[in-house]
């Protein structure tokens, strides 16, 4: 099985920055496209950025595009997630995911197979 690990997260005031980490352990053979996902309190789950790691290939939801940078280390096996000028509406729940779905639908939960248990990120204004 493949296992991912959050960190990074913490608290920033509006305007700042925090890098996310996901470590990424396992065979990852059957997976190509890793994600990052939020969920606040009393919200859905909703996609934020996803990478294609054959190519590199990025998605970004519309809330975080020019804001949030996904990219991947593979000689480390680590994701990122660089987000800059936070805001308090970026205060949620952030979770890694792996998996092979359709790159179209790389914001729907069921493209990932594996998911991080979370690092929690709160931006104060």
């Known amino acids: 099985p493949v296992e991912l690990v959050e960190s990074g997260g913490g608290s920033v005031q509006a305007g700042g920055s925090l890098t996310l980490s996901c470590a990424v352990s396992g065979n990852t053979y059957n997976t190509y496209l890793m994600g990052w996902f939020r969920q606040a309190p009393g919200k859905e789950r909703e996609g934020v950025a996803s990478i294609y790691i054959t190519d590199g290939t990025t998605y970004y939801a519309d809330s975080v595009l020019g804001r949030f940078t996904i990219s991947q280390d593979k000689a480390k096996n680590t994701l990122y997630l660089q987000m800059d000028s936070l805001r308090s509406d970026d205060t949620a729940m952030y979770y890694c995911?792996?998996?092979?779905?359709?790159?179209?639908?790389?914001?729907?939960?069921?493209?990932?197979?594996?998911w991080g248990p979370g690092t929690r990120v709160t931006v104060s204004s």
């Open positions: 995911a792996a998996g092979r779905g359709l790159l179209r639908n790389w914001a729907n939960r069921q493209s990932y197979f594996y």
